[in-house]
């Protein structure tokens, strides 16, 4: 069953913006720490940036005031935007997050990712 969604990803232009997306499924009753992180060809898995549900953030350094993460807590939605984009920020974009279900507290629960592309 998927819990996390992501939206918002495509190709854009190096300089250019998106704004990611992730939506909490019904299934989901609350988040905890809720999250992006970024996977390029070759290389391992690395944050992006996370938020807590009191609002601490913590970004990477190579996305510091250029990347915006916020929350919507009544929609259980992560958003992730992202302006004056460079093509080493090309990867598949991962939402995370701490889930409290029905049954269960599943810590790391991991979207199906969406692919960002920033290319001329």
């Known amino acids: 069953q998927v819990h996390l969604v992501e939206s918002g990803g495509g190709l854009v232009q190096p300089g250019g913006s998106l704004r990611l997306a992730c939506a909490a499924s019904e299934t989901v009753l609350s988040t905890g720490v809720m999250g992006w992180y970024r996977q390029a060809p070759g290389k391992q898995r690395e944050l992006v940036a996370h938020m807590s549900r009191s609002g601490s953030v913590e970004y990477a350094d190579s996305v510091k005031g250029r990347f915006t993460i916020s929350r919507d807590d009544a929609k259980k939605t992560v958003y992730l935007q992202m302006n004056n984009l460079k093509p080493e920020d090309t990867g598949v974009y991962y939402c995370?997050?701490?889930?409290?279900?029905?049954?269960?507290?599943?810590?790391?629960?991991w979207g199906q990712g969406t692919q960002v592309s920033v290319s001329s």
């Open positions: 995370n997050a701490d889930l409290e279900l029905a049954d269960r507290y599943e810590y790391d629960y």
